[in-house]
């Protein structure tokens, strides 16, 4: 899990969503409020259909993406109600969420605030580690 998660505000301008995405090698960008409460999530789906929208064929264009194209910040763009667990949630519990809902990671919240993020790939080492250590 990664505690020390790079995160936007909801009035975060695009140019600075961007500018995040740039600067760091994430793949999810939580979105909080003003509480400090998660609000949504953007992607890297989202920017590059941003960036790219004009040069996407207009077969892909939907309205969701058509909307997304004309907004000014983060809030306008973002998935909101993103997927959550809690802290305790068990490794078996969050790679089953993420397999059947085909996400890569999960935020982890704690009464509605942002604690961590979990990835497949954090799961995978968890994982390995334990195995290895049973087989001794």
Same mark, same amino acid.
């Given at each position: #899990?990664?505690? !020390? *998660?790079?995160? =936007?505000?909801?009035? %975060?301008?695009?140019?600075?969503? @961007? %500018? &995040? @995405?740039?600067?760091?090698?994430?793949?999810?960008?939580?979105?909080? !409020?003003?509480?400090?409460?998660?609000?949504?999530? +953007?992607?890297?789906? +989202? *920017?590059?259909?941003? &960036?790219? @929208?004009?040069?996407?064929?207009? %077969?892909?264009?939907?309205?969701? =993406?058509? *909307?997304?194209?004309?907004?000014?910040?983060?809030?306008?763009?973002? +998935?909101?109600?993103?997927?959550?667990? =809690?802290?305790?949630?068990?490794?078996?519990? %969050?790679? !089953?969420? #993420?397999?059947?809902?085909? @996400?890569?990671?999960?935020? +982890?919240?704690?009464?509605?605030?942002?604690?961590?993020?979990?990835?497949?790939?954090?799961? *995978?080492?968890?994982?390995?580690?334990?195995? =290895?250590?049973?087989?001794?």
């Amino acid at each position: #899990m990664t505690r !020390n *998660v790079v995160i =936007a505000h909801e009035d %975060a301008l695009l140019e600075e969503i @961007f %500018a &995040l @995405f740039e600067k760091h090698s994430y793949h999810t960008l939580p979105i909080l !409020n003003s509480e400090k409460k998660l609000v949504g999530i +953007i992607d890297q789906d +989202i *920017v590059l259909e941003i &960036l790219l @929208f004009s040069q996407i064929p207009r %077969a892909k264009h939907t309205h969701l =993406a058509a *909307v997304r194209s004309l907004g000014v910040h983060a809030k306008d763009i973002m +998935i909101t109600h993103p997927m959550t667990i =809690a802290p305790d949630s068990s490794l078996t519990y %969050a790679a !089953n969420l #993420m397999m059947k809902h085909r @996400f890569d990671r999960v935020c +982890i919240t704690e009464d509605e605030k942002l604690v961590g993020i979990i990835s497949k790939r954090d799961i *995978v080492k968890e994982v390995s580690k334990r195995r =290895a250590l049973e087989k001794g």
